[in-house]
């Protein structure tokens, strides 16, 4: 039981362009959100959050926007950058205290931007 | 100040054997996480630490993984009896705390483990 879904496998961009990335969840004690970016042979880096409080977190060229009434979230990278081609991916964490902050991560998104 | 760093970066192994990963937390962190990331698919988590004592180990497939963080800093993560599906890239992270506050999780690189 995926309670964490990145529909899309992979997603191609031109440079310049946005990049969308999507992501839906199910459990709703879900109350924070991290995007994480991961090259080749290298851990996930995080590259931005959002709370469950708030319905958008912009840093730079990265935005990630909540809706938890349809329990999904998206992340734009406008403009896209040869360098972001990457696997992304989005990750939960849980409010249940017993739960401590391990995260719930979904199942990537490979970005390939294009010169 | 240094990142997350696990030893070693790869490991291969014979079907039955007995395997030691080893994790370097950042200094300071009393959170340290493991996940396994099998190829295509995310990171799943297995143990997570709050000092020395693991705080939740409902991750852990079965007995013959095992955890120890004995002084509160480096962690090993322990598997007994490598099965081939035990392969998988092992990834470790740490945090400043655990509990109840927005704290992003560093990783380390991972140790890809080939069970043959």
């Known amino acids: 039981d995926q309670q964490v879904k990145q529909n899309s496998p992979s997603l191609s961009v031109q440079e310049g362009r946005i990049s969308i990335l999507n992501c839906d969840y199910t459990?709703?004690?879900?109350?924070?959100f991290l995007w994480y970016k991961k090259y080749p042979a290298e851990g996930p880096t995080f590259l931005i959050s959002?709370?469950?409080?708030?319905d958008k977190n912009e840093d730079g060229r990265f935005t990630v926007f909540l809706n938890k009434s349809a329990k999904h979230l998206s992340l734009h990278i406008v403009p896209s950058q040869p360098g972001d081609s990457a696997v992304y991916f989005c990750a939960a964490r849980s409010s249940i205290k017993a739960a401590g902050n391990k995260l719930t991560f979904g199942g990537g998104t490979r970005v390939l931007v294009k010169p | 100040g240094a990142g997350v760093s696990q030893t070693p970066s790869n490991k291969v192994t014979e079907k039955g054997k007995y395997v030691e990963l080893r994790c370097d937390p950042i200094s300071g962190h009393t959170a340290l996480y493991w996940y396994r990331q099998s190829l295509g698919q995310g990171p799943e988590f297995l143990i997570y630490f709050q000092g020395t004592g693991a705080a939740d180990d409902s991750g852990l497939p079965n007995d013959r993984f095992f955890a120890v963080r004995p002084e509160g800093s480096v962690s090993t993560l322990k598997i007994q009896r490598t099965e081939r599906g035990d392969s998988a890239v092992y990834l470790c992270?740490?945090?400043?705390?655990?509990?109840?506050?927005?704290?992003?999780?560093?990783f380390g690189p991972g140790t890809r483990l080939t069970v043959l």
């Open positions: 459990n709703s004690m879900f109350d924070y």
């Open positions: 992270a740490s945090s400043p705390t655990g509990q109840s506050s927005y704290n992003e999780q560093f």
């Open positions: 959002i709370s469950s409080i708030k």
